[in-house]
């Protein structure tokens, strides 16, 4: 069976864990089509992984299995977990790294999710179906403590593309673990304060800002303490730092030719701030 089943990761392209867990895969669907989603996180990066898998995955076709592997906590008591929507499968460690996935669904399709008071878990209602990894007979034996995307995570994406169900996987939950989505804020000024969510191999500063949230097209935007007049177009509209809304829907300071990030000193986490202008 030909299904999709793709991988984001933190283990970089230097060794051969990615190569293990295709061989794995592919040792018990030999007609899977494998598409690395980046290997490129940074190391423990659980949000980094989750604000990638949420951009990307809408772009695949229905039914592909998505395995994201950022586990801080492999070899604990995390839970291994399937969470099936209406249009893919999931494949992850609970440890939060589906919560943009969730989040999104969650307010742009019929489904349903009820955020507890911490908003650190959430459960799961109408459009989502989520199993504990419980059945080791679909596991590669013996278990590593340390490589579970070899030994569990990869062998039940394999049979996820089988078609075999995920209750025959494991016990049905009705909650996961997350983790706050970070919102941009508006002041007493009016003023929105966002957040860089995503360094790309390019420098440019992905914001969690969209482009819904601006107040408008006469605004500046502060960064690092530098101004920048308006959004640009595109990126060869510009000629030195601009703002740009990318293909993500979200705010994005880029420099042309170099790198945002380096110019400005800038990483994830660091404010980025909307200022509207009064018009004349």
Known sequence: MNSVITLT??????????????????????????????????????Y????????????????????????????????????????????????????????????TEDLTAQYSKDQDLVTLGKGFEAVAITEPRFWRQPVSTTFHGRDIFAPVAAALSLDISPYELGEKITSL???????????YQGNLTGTVLYVDHFGNLITNIKKSDLPGKDILIEAAGRLIQGITNYYAEGEELMAIIGSSSYLEISLKNGSAADFLNMRTGDEVKVIPQEED
């Open 177 to 187: 673990q997350v983790f706050p989505i970070p919102k941009p804020l508006v002041d």
């Open 9 to 46: 990761t933190d283990f970089g392209a230097g060794d051969a864990y990615v190569a293990v867990m295709k061989g794995v895969i592919l040792s018990t669907n030999p007609e899977a089509n494998i598409v690395d989603i980046t290997h490129s996180v940074e190391p423990q990066n659980v």
């Open 48 to 107: 980094q992984a989750a604000f990638i898998l949420g951009y990307t995955y809408r772009y695949f076709p229905k039914k592909t299995v998505h395995v994201a592997i950022v586990d801080p906590g492999v070899g604990s008591e995390r839970r291994g977990v399937i969470l099936k929507t209406p249009s893919a499968l999931f494949v992850a460690p609970d440890n939060g790294i589906l919560s943009y996935v969730i989040d999104e669904l969650s307010s």
